[in-house]
């Protein structure tokens, strides 16, 4: 299981009612499941994902993130998790808002653009960097909107989300010192638990 996934699983209490937009395979669902008894839904576009998770035994909701998430009550989850889908969305800032009218508190990963291999790539080289992490040339990617920690923060700041915790991970899957440190530079994926 990706880092990302299990410091995720540390932050959702025990007995939560808890969303996960982009649920991919169900994983993270089954594992909120199995160790913090969670009540999950899960929302997913892609159809084998959706057998997937219908095999496991998770609930799932077909939708497009893109399209809103007006069927959903105010408050009606403790917890709202997107996870590794933010960049792929046409209007991430509208999604952030729909999670967090949605859930008491929300969790957030994303793909960190401001990378120091990102950077030294595209200096390097010129051209948009195509990675294990990052298999995508820029013509085929799913990613639409590039973000980093910094502009994260920013938006945080500017629609006044409360971060609760934030970690970043570096390239072996691990929090580093100088992810730490210099989360913007050093951090391969970032994590952040926010809430109003």
């Known amino acids: ?59 799932v909701v077909e939708q497009d993130l893109n399209e809103g998430l007006s069927n959903f009550r105010d408050n009606s989850f403790d917890m709202v998790i997107m996870a590794q889908s933010l960049q792929a969305l046409s209007a991430p800032h509208l999604v952030i808002d729909e999670m967090l009218r949605i859930g008491k508190e929300c ?10 291999r990102c950077r030294l790539h595209l200096s390097h080289k010129g051209r948009m960097p195509v990675s ?8 085929d990617t799913p990613n639409i909107h590039f973000c980093t920690v910094k502009d994260f923060e920013i938006l945080c700041i500017e629609n006044n989300i409360r971060i609760l915790d934030r970690a970043v991970v570096s390239n072996d899957s691990s929090q580093s010192f100088l992810g730490k440190l210099m989360p913007n530079l050093f951090g391969v994926t970032a994590v952040y638990h926010v809430s109003r």
């Not at 199995?34 to 095999?55: H, K, L, M, N, S």
């Not at 969790?107 to 120091?116: G, K, L």
């Not at 294990?132 to 013509?139: A, G, L, T």
């Open 107 to 116: 969790i957030v990963t994303f793909p960190n653009f401001a990378h120091w």
């Open 132 to 139: 294990k992490f990052m298999p995508y040339n820029w013509y």
């Open 1 to 59: 299981m990706r880092f990302d996934l299990q410091l995720i699983t540390n932050w959702v209490q025990t007995h939560s009612r808890v969303l996960d937009l982009g649920c991919g395979n169900g994983e993270l669902l089954q594992k909120l499941q199995r160790e913090r008894q969670a009540d999950g839904v899960g929302i997913e576009i892609d159809d084998d994902y959706i057998t997937e998770c219908i095999a496991k035994g998770i609930s």
